[in-house]
């Protein structure tokens, strides 16, 4: 079963707007990333926040991390056209395996 | 290299042809990961290489699927008697295994692979 799910599947935003998408898991994790997939091919890594850690930033990027609620977000913030791209989260538990979710299709509007 | 490759980008096959993808991982990675991705779908693991370690080979989905890999240098992904339920992008990726602490995964391109 999906150790990732994110929400919503699909957003779609005008240039310059926010854009926040969610991930929710089962069970305990060692850390969260979240990656990102142009045009159905190689994956690209964002960013990766420990399961000690509540929020992490990169540049443009903003992850937030609630193992309370098996929850992680990440906001892109003052998006571009070329942030269009599906966005993944993947989960790491004890183990080096990662699951992934079934990601978000962000598309940014011109 | 400077990234993870993959080969052939593309191959079309007839149902019934067995294929080998290839990869190529980072140089001094360890680790080494296949996924297949369906069409608008997330990524689903089938392999993982760690050093010597036995490979797990519990994401396979039937026997005739296959991986090797040669020390900590290629890999490649056989699957025999194609069907076409096979047909995807199946993704390689490399990491500097439990040693390097995050475990982030570096990609390579993919192969789409389609079955006719």
């Known amino acids: 079963s999906q150790q990732g799910e994110e929400d919503p599947q699909a957003l779609s935003i005008q240039e310059g707007e926010n854009a926040t998408m969610n991930c929710s898991y089962k069970t305990s994790i060692n850390n969260l990333q979240w990656y990102r997939q142009n045009s159905g091919r190689g994956l690209v890594h964002l960013i990766l926040?420990?399961?000690?850690?509540r929020e992490k930033h990169s540049g443009r990027l903003r992850v937030t991390l609630d193992t309370s609620k098996k929850s992680s977000s990440l906001l892109i913030t003052a998006s571009r056209a070329a942030d269009t791209a599906s966005y993944f989260c993947?989960?790491?538990?004890?183990?080096?395996?990662?699951?992934f979710g079934k990601g978000t299709l962000l598309t940014v509007n011109p | 290299g400077a990234g993870v490759s993959q080969s052939p980008s593309n191959k079309v096959t007839e149902k019934g042809k067995d294929v080998e993808l290839r990869c190529d991982p980072i140089?001094?990675?360890?680790?080494l990961y296949w996924y297949r991705q369906r069409l608008g779908q997330g990524l689903e693991f089938l392999i993982y290489?760690?050093?010597?370690?036995?490979?797990?080979k519990s994401g396979l989905p039937s026997d005739r699927f296959s991986a090797e890999r040669t020390g900590e240098s290629v890999s490649t992904l056989t699957i025999q008697r194609t069907q076409q339920e096979d047909s995807a992008v199946y993704l390689c990726a490399s990491s500097l295994g439990l040693a390097g602490g995050g475990n982030e995964q570096f990609f390579g391109p993919g192969t789409r692979l389609t079955v006719l």
């Open positions: 926040i420990r399961s000690n850690e």
């Open positions: 140089s001094g990675h360890t680790a």
């Open positions: 290489f760690q050093g010597n370690s036995a490979p797990d």
């Open positions: 993947a989960t790491r538990g004890s183990n080096y395996k990662l699951t």
